[in-house]
């Protein structure tokens, strides 16, 4: 997590880390700018036995709308307007379609982009350990299936997800996107 380095006992786990011998390169990296559908910034610390520390040039590649993963044939729909549904949901959901149009997505929490939504000409935020993305479709909505968190996170479709949507969600939010641990791996390769 990138909240790592404002760790109060940061600068001693540094210290003891260096006492050890290690050189530390710290590079905070976000999913997007590898081609992953999602903005999940993240802290990747690499540690070397070096004279200096490592540090890595990763690719850049253009970021991927989450537009591209949503399959808007697929999922378990339910009406925006029934008995129920929060006032902040509808609120939250009023602000994104006068933001985005009839369809976005939004977390279904109010954190992150919990205002007005997220526009699909974008990547999503981070796919957390639970069900967190609504998909907004006019006056329909869903969560995230597992299938498109899994894209989310650019594991390839062959990929084979438990069956239990929850505990798929709950996996997938706990990964490092492939995409992106190639990435640094190749970069480590490259730099050492």
């Given at each position: 997590m990138v909240e790592f380095v404002q760790w109060q006992l940061y600068p001693a786990w540094l210290a003891a880390v260096q006492a050890l011998g290690y050189?530390?390169?710290?590079?905070?990296?976000?999913?997007?700018?590898?081609?992953?559908?999602?903005?999940?910034?993240?802290?990747?610390?690499?540690?070397?036995?070096?004279a200096r520390p490592l540090m890595l040039?990763?690719?850049?590649?253009?970021?991927?709308?989450?537009?591209?993963?949503?399959?808007?044939?697929?999922?378990?729909?339910?009406?925006?307007e029934k008995p129920g549904r929060s006032a902040a949901t509808l609120k939250r959901i009023a602000n994104g379609r006068r933001t985005h149009g009839d369809r976005f997505v939004a977390p279904y929490y109010g954190s992150g982009s919990g205002v007005t939504?997220?526009?699909?000409?974008?990547?999503?935020?981070?796919?957390?350990?639970?069900?967190?993305?609504?998909?907004?479709?006019?006056?329909?909505?869903?969560?995230?299936?597992?299938?498109?968190?899994?894209?989310?996170?650019?594991?390839?479709?062959?990929?084979?997800l438990p069956q239990q949507h929850r505990l798929a969600m709950h996996m997938l939010g706990n990964a490092v996107p492939p995409v992106v641990a190639c990435d640094v791996l190749n970069a480590i390769k490259a730099a050492a």
């Open positions: 050189q530390i390169a710290p590079h905070i990296v976000d999913a997007a700018n590898h081609g992953v559908p999602q903005h999940r910034k993240r802290l990747m610390l690499v540690l070397t036995r070096s040039r990763l690719p850049a590649r253009p970021h991927m709308p989450v537009a591209q993963i949503i399959d808007f044939d697929v999922g378990k729909w339910s009406p925006i939504g997220r526009s699909i000409g974008r990547p999503i935020g981070t796919i957390t350990t639970r069900d967190r993305w609504a998909v907004i479709d006019g006056d329909r909505m869903r969560m995230l299936t597992k299938e498109e968190g899994r894209d989310a996170m650019s594991f390839p479709t062959n990929y084979i």
